[in-house]
C-alpha cells in the first residue's frame, strides 16, 4: 500500500514518513503543495495524508485539484486546525478524514489502515482467500490456522494481491503501490519476493496461492 | 432618582402649561375686576351727581329736594347704602338713615371725575365710596351764604362685585385645573407616540445578542435625531467585532504555532518508541527533539515578550549605552549562519552618539532586525549594517538581498504571524513573531522602525530610537 505524504513541516514529515515505512508502506514525502501534486498525478497513491497550510499551494486547494481530477487516492487531512468548520471544510471538499495536531502515531496507522479498506471496499480488518487469512490491524498471516511469518514488504505485496484477490495484478502495479520513490528500480525484485512468499505460504505441503499469468502478472486464489 | 424621557417630557411641559394657564387667568381675573369695579364706581358717581343735582340754596337754607328719589337704598336695614353730606364749615347738612349717626370718610373732589376708593362701611362691610365738593343751585332772588360749597360722599357695598368676581376665580381655577390635566394626557399620547422610536431602537440594542458580533442596529424608522446614536454605535460594534477577529485570528495563530512543533516532538517520540532501535537512531531522534524544543522556546519566548509589552508590564531602563558593542553583540548569535549561507555582510558604523535607552530591549530588536535579515537574504547575498548618529536620534538600518517582498507586502511585516507565503515554511525559526515584536519593543522606547522593498529585491528596515528616553517611557 502507497502513501503520499504532503506535510511542510519538517519533523513531522520526517518522522510520520519513517513510521510509515516501518509499518510497511511505500511512502513517498512533498514538503509543499505543488510537489504534493506533481507527486500525486505521477504516482498511484492508496493514501494521501495531506497538511493545510502549506507553501505555494496550500492544503485545501491541492484536495480540490486532487478531486477534480478525480484522482482515486482517499486523503486523510492532518493539521493543527482544530475549529469545527475546518473540519467541515475540509470533509466537504472530499477528505476522507480528519486528523489534528497534535496526533497519536498509533491513531494515524489506525486510520490510514480503516483508509486503505475503504479504498479496497473491505469494512473487516481480516482478508480470506482460501485457507488464508490477513489481519491487516496486526499485520499477522494465518493459514490454515498457522501463522506465516513475513517481511514488512513480502507483506506489502501479499496485502495487495489479497485486496485484489482473483484478480490478476500486474507488476507494474505492484510497483507503483508497494514501492516508493527511493526504492531502487530492479527487474526482478518482485519476483523475488513473490518467491519467498510462496516458499512461506507453502510450508507444510499446503498448495500454491500466488498463481502466475504468464506476460501478464500474478493472481492470489485457489488453483483452478 | 433617575427619570424616564416620557416623564421627563411631561413633567416639564405640564408645569409650563400651568404657569402659562396661571398668568392668563390672572390676567383676566384683574381686567374683569378692574372693569367691574369701573363700572361700580360709574354707578356711584352718577347716582351722587343725580342726587346732588336736587340740592338747591334757598337763601343760607340747603334744600334738599330729595323727595321724587328712591331712597330705600339708604334706609334699608340690610345690606344699606350711605350719604352724608357737608356744608364748607364741616357741619352735616345731611346724614342717611342708615348711617345712624356714624360718619364717612369726606371724600374731596371734582363733580366731573370724583374720586372713589375702598372703604370699610360702617356696618363692616367691604364697599365703595365716592365723593366731590360742588355748589348747588340757587332757588329763589335770596343769595346763598358766601360758603356755598357743599361735599357729598355716597358709599355702597361692593359684594355683589365681590362676588362675581369670586364665582369668576373659581371658574377660571376649575378651567385652569381640567385643561392642565387634559394637556398633561395629551402629551402623555404625543411623547409616547414620539418616544416610539427609541424605544424600538432600545429593545434593538436590548436583543442583541452577547456572542453575534457581526449584528449591527437596524433602525430604519429611526428619527434623524437618533441617527447619529445608531451610527456610532454601529461603527462601535464594527470596531468591536473587528478587535475580536483580530483577537481570534491571533489565538488561532497561536495555537497552529504551538500544535506543529509539539506534533513534531511527539510524532517524533512517537516513532522512535514503536520498535527497539540502534543507539544512533536514538540519537537521531533526541537531536530531533531537541531542534523542536528550541524553536518551540522561541515562539513562546516571542509570545510572552509580545503580551509583555501588550500590558505595559515592561521596566524600560535608562542607561547609557554604546551602539556599536550593542550591535556587534547583536550579530555574534547569527554570524555562524550568515557564514553557513556565504553571505557577505557590509558595516558602516557611524560615529558613536550618546545613546540613553534600555540596553537589553534595543539589544532584542536589533538582534531580532539581523536574524530577519540573515534568514531571508538569499543563499551568497549581502547584507548591510549601517548606523547613523545625529543630536536627536540614532538610526540602525539593514539591508539584504534576495527579498521576494513587494512594497505592498513589505507593509504587513509587522502584523504577527504574517509571513511572505501564506504557509510556514520553516517553524521557530521565522514564526512571524520577530519583527511585530521588534515593533513594539522600538515603541516602547519612543523610536520608531519602517520596512520597504527597494529597487532590485532588496529589503531595509530601518529602525529610529531617541537619544534620550521619552519622559513617559512606559505606558
Redesign the interface.
Known sequence: MKILLIE?????R???A??LR?AGYAVDAAADGEEGLWYARSGDYDVIVLDL????V?GLTVLKRLRKHENPATVLILT????VDDRVKGLDLGADDYL???????ELLARVRALVRRKYDAHAPAIRVADLEIDTGTRTVRRAGRTVGVTAREYAILEFLAARAGRVVTRTEIWEHVYDFNAEPGSNVIDVTIGHLRKRLERGGRPRLIHTRRGLGYVLGESE | MRWSLRARLIRSTTLATAVVLLAAGLLLYLLVRDGLVDQFDRALADKARLLASALEWEGSELDLNFDEFDLHEFERSDRPAYLQIWLADGAVAFRSPSLAGADLERLAGSLDAPPCRPVILPDGRPGRAAGFTMTPKTEGSSPPPDAAAVTLVLARGTASVDAVLAQLAVLLVAVGLVAVALSAGVLWLAVRRGLRPVEGLANRIAGLRQQDLAARVQAPDAPTELLPVVDRLNDLLERIENAFQRERAFS?DV??EL??????????M???L??PRADADYEEALR?CL??TLQLQTVVEHLLSLARLDAGQVEVAAEAVCLADLVRDAWQPLAASADARRLHVRWALGEEGAVVTDLSLLGLAVRNVFENAVVHADEGGSVAIETVSDENETTVRVTNSGSRLSPQQADHVFERFWRG???????GVHCGLGLPLVKEVVTVLGGAVTARSLEGGEFQMTLTIPNAPPRAASP
Request: hydrophobic share 35%; charged share 30%; proline share 7%.
Open positions: 511542510d513541516y519538517e519533523p513531522i520526517t518522522s510520520v519513517k513510521g516501518e497550510m502549506l507553501p505555494k496550500d493543527a486546525k482544530d475549529t489534528v495536531k497534535p496526533f497519536a502515531f498509533e | 488561532a495555537a497552529h500544535r506543529t512543533p509539539l506534533a513534531g516532538l511527539r510524532t517524533t512517537d516513532v522512535a514503536m520498535q530531533g531542534r523542536i507565503d501564506t504557509a510556514r515554511t520553516d517553524v
